[in-house]
């Protein structure tokens, strides 16, 4: 079933947000509008919407790359697209170091409209294909088929160069709960005292307390695994790493 493609556009010209927003919503997009960073974040937070749009230059020079940075921090899978009018070559690659999708200099908007179109296209096009994968893992996990097929089609998708890494996170996430399906004895995250395993790794880790929750239970089950000499899967050692790194970057 179709769903609603919503884009929030955060830029502090009321006209090219105007602008902009009618070209998107004759593409079948649903824009909603912000005027600069702190009602952008407050937009995620009442509106969800999937795709982000941002401005370089808003009440400061550089406030759109913080705004991505944010957004990227705390709502990783959200793909941001940055269009600038004064953004320099090396801000283009800050905005991209800090998590952007596709950076667009709106003095070539007119010129590139059809590619910002096709990115917007092939970004829904992934999120759907993760929906739809995410609803394939949950019938998997209850109903105790082979995951074979839906692990191979997700290790497909870890090979899109159109994936960022805020998306290639869920992607690994997935596998994961496939590989803890599969691999950990029947009963065995029940006994897990994740507290005291991790206090036991503290010191190497001093980062632990700021990692997410689900972070936090792949450490401790990797370190339970690896003290009491169970065999852990290649794929859970590999998200394990994978979840760490993404969530100290």
Not at 127 to 137: D, F, Q, T
Request: proline share 3%; no cysteine.
């Amino acid at each position: 079933m179709a769903f609603e493609r919503r884009i929030l556009l955060v830029d502090d010209n009321p006209q090219y947000r105007s602008a902009v927003t009618r070209n998107l919503t004759l593409q079948k997009y649903t824009v909603i509008e912000a005027e600069d960073s702190v009602e952008g974040m407050d937009k995620i937070q009442t509106d969800d919407p999937q795709v982000i749009i941002t401005d370089l230059d808003m009440r400061t020079h550089d406030e759109g790359l913080h705004f991505i940075r944010e957004v990227k921090q705390r709502y990783p899978q959200k793909p941001v697209i940055m269009i600038s009018a004064v953004g320099s070559f090396d801000e283009g690659a800050l905005a991209r170091q800090y998590g952007a999708t596709f950076v667009l200099s709106k003095s070539r908007i007119d010129a590139e409209i059809e590619t910002l179109y096709q990115r917007l296209d092939r970004i829904y096009q992934i999120l759907g294909r993760i929906s739809a994968l995410r609803e394939r893992v949950e019938k998997v996990l209850n109903s105790g088929a082979a995951p074979d097929d839906v692990r191979a089609e997700l290790d497909s998708m870890l090979r899109d160069d159109d994936l960022d890494a805020g998306l290639k996170s869920e992607v690994y996430e997935l596998l994961d709960r496939l590989d803890r399906s599969q691999a950990s004895p029947q009963g065995w995250m029940e006994v897990l005292d994740e507290k005291a395993v991790l206090q036991s790794i503290q010191n190497e880790i001093p980062e632990i307390n700021n990692l997410d929750a689900e972070t936090r239970t792949m450490l401790a089950v990797a370190e339970s695994m690896q003290q009491s000499g169970s065999a852990s899967s290649l794929s859970v050692a590999r998200n394990v790493s994978f979840s760490y790194s993404f969530a100290v970057e």
